[in-house]
Nanobody
Framework: QVQLVESGGGLVQPGGSLRLSCAASGSIFSFTGMSWYRRAPGKQRELVARITSGNMTNYADSVKGRFTISRDGAKNTVNLQMNSLKPDDTAVYYC?????????????WGQGTQVTVSS
């Protein structure tokens, strides 16, 4: 059973920075990709950033140039560095990992970590 545990959320002022981490119970290289999603109050969950096993990344337009996703294979973590935070970034952030097993797509989710951007 894969477990993903997020950390690093909290309260930050507009313009500030936070770094989220997602610790996986197994090797992160066993996954096709790992992603960060978020769900803001009253809104649908949206993809924030994704990194593949080949180290390719993609970002939501709203966070390009401000957020950076990265992997640390030694620690089995995927990180999200968030800079120049805005109140619109306020949401619960979820870590996601995906892979295929015998052709069946599998997805795993963490419990989420709250990020609040407010003065």
């Amino acid at each position: 059973q894969v477990q993903l545990v997020e950390s690093g959320g909290g309260l930050v002022q507009p313009g500030g920075s936070l770094r989220l981490s997602c610790a996986a119970s197994g090797s992160i290289f066993s996954f096709t990709g790992m992603s960060w999603y978020r769900r803001a109050p009253g809104k649908q969950r949206e993809l924030v950033a994704r990194i593949t096993s080949g180290n390719m990344t993609n970002y939501a337009d709203s966070v390009k140039g401000r957020f950076t996703i990265s992997r640390d294979g030694a620690k089995n973590t995927v990180n999200l560095q968030m800079n120049s935070l805005k109140p619109d970034d306020t949401a619960v952030y979820y870590c996601n990992a995906d892979r295929r097993s015998l052709g069946v797509p599998l997805a795993y989710w963490g419990q989420g970590t709250q990020v609040t951007v407010s003065s």
